[in-house]
C-alpha cells in the first residue's frame, strides 16, 4: 500500500511538473479589451447595404489614408458618411465607401465597407488585402488629435491581432502610390515609429 501511494505521489509530481514546463502560447492578442473602442456600427449610422459586390481577400496589410478634405468641428459626421457612401455608389461606381473603417475628429470609428471586400482608390496601387482606414479631414492642412491617434493605434492593433498582420505592413498610402494622402502631420506618426510601436505596445 506504501509502494502503491509512493508511486502515486511520484506520478501526481511529474504531470505538475510537465505543466509548468509547457511553453506559453506566442499568439498575438489584444491588450485592451474590443469593447473599449468608440466605435459606431454600420446600422447606427444608416448604413444602407450592398446592391453589389466583389471578391473577397484575404487582410494581409493595413494602410492608412486621410479623407483629403478640410474637416471642420461643427461637420455632421453622420451625414458626412451617408453622403460619402452615395457619391461613391452614384458617381464613382463602387459598391461603397472605398474605406472599411473611419474615424472623426473625436476619435470615434465608424465601420464603413464590410472587410471582406477590397476597398477602392483613385490612385494606382491595389488594395485588395489591405485593411484601409480613413481619417477624416486633411492632415497637409489640419492636425492630426491624441484621440485619432489613439483610433488608429487601437483599430490597427484590434486589426494586427485578428488578421495576424506583421506591425512592419502599417503603412500609409503614400507607401504605395504617388499621393499626399495620408497627409503631412498623420504621416510623420507612421515615418517615426509611433503608430507601429504603440500597436506593438497593444499586442502580447
Same mark, same amino acid.
Given at each position: 500500500?506504501?509502494? &502503491?501511494?509512493?508511486?502515486?505521489?511520484?506520478?501526481?509530481?511529474?504531470?505538475?511538473? &510537465?505543466?509548468?514546463?509547457?511553453? =506559453?502560447?506566442?499568439?498575438?492578442? &489584444?491588450?485592451?479589451? @474590443?469593447? @473599449?473602442?468608440?466605435? /459606431? $456600427?454600420? $446600422? @447606427?449610422?444608416?448604413? /444602407? %447595404?450592398? $446592391?453589389e459586390t466583389l471578391p473577397e481577400h484575404t487582410i494581409q496589410y493595413i494602410?492608412?489614408?486621410?479623407?483629403? =478634405?478640410?474637416?471642420?468641428? %461643427?461637420? %455632421? /459626421?453622420?451625414?458626412?458618411?451617408?453622403?460619402?457612401?452615395?457619391?461613391?455608389?452614384?458617381?464613382?461606381?463602387? &459598391?461603397?465607401?472605398?474605406?472599411?473603417?473611419?474615424? %472623426?475628429? @473625436?476619435?470615434?470609428?465608424y465601420e464603413a465597407r464590410p472587410i471582406q471586400y477590397p476597398g477602392d482608390t483613385n490612385t494606382s496601387y491595389d488594395p485588395t488585402g489591405h485593411a484601409l482606414i480613413c481619417v477624416m479631414g486633411n492632415y497637409e492642412n489640419q492636425t492630426l488629435s491624441p484621440e485619432q491617434l489613439e483610433a488608429v493605434i487601437r483599430l490597427s492593433a484590434k486589426l494586427a491581432a485578428e488578421y495576424e498582420v506583421p506591425v512592419d505592413r502599417i503603412k500609409g498610402h503614400k507607401d504605395y502610390a504617388e499621393t499626399?494622402?495620408?497627409? =503631412?502631420?498623420?504621416?510623420?506618426?507612421?515615418?517615426?515609429?509611433?503608430?507601429?510601436?504603440g500597436v506593438q505596445a497593444q499586442l502580447y
Open positions: 500500500m506504501k509502494r &502503491i501511494t509512493q508511486l502515486c505521489l511520484l506520478a501526481f509530481g511529474m504531470i505538475l511538473l &510537465i505543466a509548468c514546463a509547457a511553453p =506559453e502560447s506566442t499568439s498575438s492578442k &489584444i491588450a485592451t479589451p @474590443e469593447s @473599449e473602442l468608440k466605435m /459606431v $456600427s454600420r $446600422s @447606427e449610422w444608416g448604413w /444602407v %447595404d450592398l $446592391s494602410t492608412l489614408h486621410h479623407g483629403g =478634405e478640410d474637416f471642420p468641428a %461643427d461637420k %455632421d /459626421v453622420i451625414a458626412y458618411l451617408r453622403n460619402l457612401q452615395s457619391w461613391s455608389r452614384s458617381d464613382k461606381g463602387w &459598391i461603397d465607401i472605398p474605406y472599411h473603417y473611419m474615424i %472623426d475628429l @473625436e476619435g470615434t470609428i499626399a494622402c495620408p497627409g =503631412e502631420d498623420f504621416y510623420r506618426y507612421i515615418a517615426d515609429g509611433t503608430i507601429a510601436a
